[in-house]
């Protein structure tokens, strides 16, 4: 089976200060993996996505992540964090052979003035 | 701009009474998932189609719950009765194959 693990409920950064969220995962096969952003009562948007190839990947807003495969994670950063980038933070994985999109329980950022 | 749209975005109905809800999803994606979202279980993974066939519905209690679609252009969940611990966001998202899903704005169901 596959599983998500985002070991913070809250991370607190400044604004203009470098940001990471955590996120390791479990597959029996190759990972697709993605984060999605929540803002309160919205649904979730895409933010980026690890396919294959590089194992840094930009995304939208100015995030980016790191695939380690030998050590099963994809933490989500950015370099100068914004108040507007407040928000409930969520990695999810596919399974190259079980298709189905399973999410952790997500991380709530809070971004301070 | 393409979006899953669902339908209605806000529910309150009295416990027992049936509940409809409804999905489109994007034009030409294959994948489509049905979640719960609560403050105690985040979000939970109720079911999936792939071509319109159910693939994993393992999360959804049958005794009460029901997911179809009845055509590439909707889906549908239901849950007969309602009871109050249904009350919750729910999403659908649609995607295609191995690749990122796209969510709709999500229905607030209460159970009263």
């Known amino acids: 089976a596959q599983s998500v693990a985002q070991p913070e409920d809250q991370v607190n950064v400044a604004e203009g200060n470098p940001l990471t969220v955590k996120c390791t995962y479990s597959v029996s096969g190759n990972p697709y993996l993605f984060w999605y952003v929540q803002y309160p009562n919205r649904g979730l948007q895409f933010l980026l996505k690890?396919?294959?190839?590089?194992?840094l990947v930009k995304g939208s807003y100015g995030f980016e992540a790191e695939f380690n495969k030998s050590q099963t994670s994809f933490h989500l950063k950015k370099p100068s964090a914004l108040v507007s980038d407040s928000a409930l933070y969520f990695c999810a994985v596919r399974d190259s052979g079980y298709s189905t999109l399973t999410f952790g329980k997500g991380t709530m950022l809070l971004v301070s003035p | 701009d393409a979006r899953v749209t669902q339908t209605p975005r806000h529910k309150v109905t009295e416990m027992g009474q049936e509940v409809t809800m409804r999905c489109q999803p994007i034009l030409g994606h294959n994948t489509v998932f049905w979640y719960r979202q609560t403050m105690m279980q985040g979000l939970e993974l109720l079911a999936y189609f792939r071509n319109r066939a159910p693939l994993d519905d393992s999360g959804m209690p049958k005794d009460r719950f029901s997911a179809e679609m009845p055509d590439a252009t909707l889906a549908t969940l239901k849950i007969q009765p309602s009871e109050p611990r249904d009350s919750a966001v729910y999403f659908c998202a649609s995607g295609a194959e191995w690749t990122e899903a796209f969510f709709g704005q999500g229905t607030r169901l209460t159970v009263v």
């Open positions: 690890y396919i294959t190839g590089d194992n």
